[in-house]
T-cell receptor, first 111, second 113 residues
Framework: KQEVTQIPAALSVPEGENLVLNCSFT??????LQWFRQDPGKGLTSLLL?????REQTSGRLNASLDKSSGRSTLYIAASQPGDSATYLC??????????FGTGTSLTVIP | EPEVTQTPSHQVTQMGQEVILRCVPI?????FYWYRQILGQKVEFLVS????????KSEIFDDQFSVERPDGSNFTLKIRSTKLEDSAMYFC???????????FGPGTRLTVL
């Protein structure tokens, strides 16, 4: 069974800082990995999907990397803004299309 | 931009009652999913659905749960006899293909009293 872990559980940074969120997974036989954002009491917003053949994926100020061999992915957020405050979730599949989620990193960007 | 929609946003029911949660996936998507998130816990996979049948389900998805695509647009999750522990946020998601981005709806908060 896939186990997904996210570190740190919570992070507080001043506005403008660059930051890295970490995700690790136990079963490296994945075909993709997806990063989401969740605002309090809301649904999940897809941020980036990295296919297993890719090492990086970028969208605006976000960059996600994937290292299957080490079972790790990182989400890099450049020039953080207060609007980035949310919980960031990493999800990795099993051999089917059943996604396993981490517990998330709760990010607070202080103005 | 197309999005997944879910109704109702909040459902309150008595223990033992049946509930149906409704979802309208993005129109050209072929794979549909249900997840749940108990307050303060991880998002958990329940079931995936493709070509009018269940393609995968978790241990959570027991005989009390069923899914259906009754027409060309709706995708439903039925819980036959709700328990207190079924109280959670239920999310519907859809994707074009099996390995493509999953887009989530806003969720239905189910409260079982």
């Amino acid at each position: 069974k896939q186990e997904v872990t996210q570190i740190p559980a919570a992070l507080s940074v001043p506005e403008g800082e660059n930051l890295v969120l970490n995700c690790s997974f136990t079963d490296s036989a994945i075909y993709n990995l997806q990063w989401f954002r969740q605002d309090p009491g809301k649904g999940l917003t897809s941020l980036l999907l990295i296919q297993s053949s890719q090492r990086e994926q970028t969208s605006g100020r976000l960059n996600a990397s994937l290292d299957k061999s080490s079972g790790r992915s990182t989400l890099y957020i450049a020039a953080s803004q207060p609007g980035d405050s949310a919980t960031y979730l990493c999800a990795a599949p099993n051999t089917g299309n059943q996604f396993y989620f981490g517990t998330g990193t709760s990010l607070t960007v202080i103005p | 931009e197309p999005e997944v929609t879910q109704t109702p946003s909040h459902q309150v029911t008595q223990m033992g009652q049946e509930v149906i949660l409704r979802c309208v996936p993005i129109s050209n998507h072929l794979y549909f999913y249900w997840y749940r998130q108990i307050l303060g816990q991880k998002v958990e996979f329940l079931v995936s659905f493709y070509n009018n049948e269940i393609s995968e389900k978790s241990e959570i998805f027991d005989d009390q749960f069923s899914v259906e695509r009754p027409d060309g647009s709706n995708f439903t999750l039925k819980i036959r006899s709700t328990k207190l522990e079924d109280s959670a946020m239920y999310f519907c998601a859809s994707s074009v293909g099996r390995v493509d981005t999953q887009y989530f709806g806003p969720g239905t908060r189910l409260t079982v009293l």
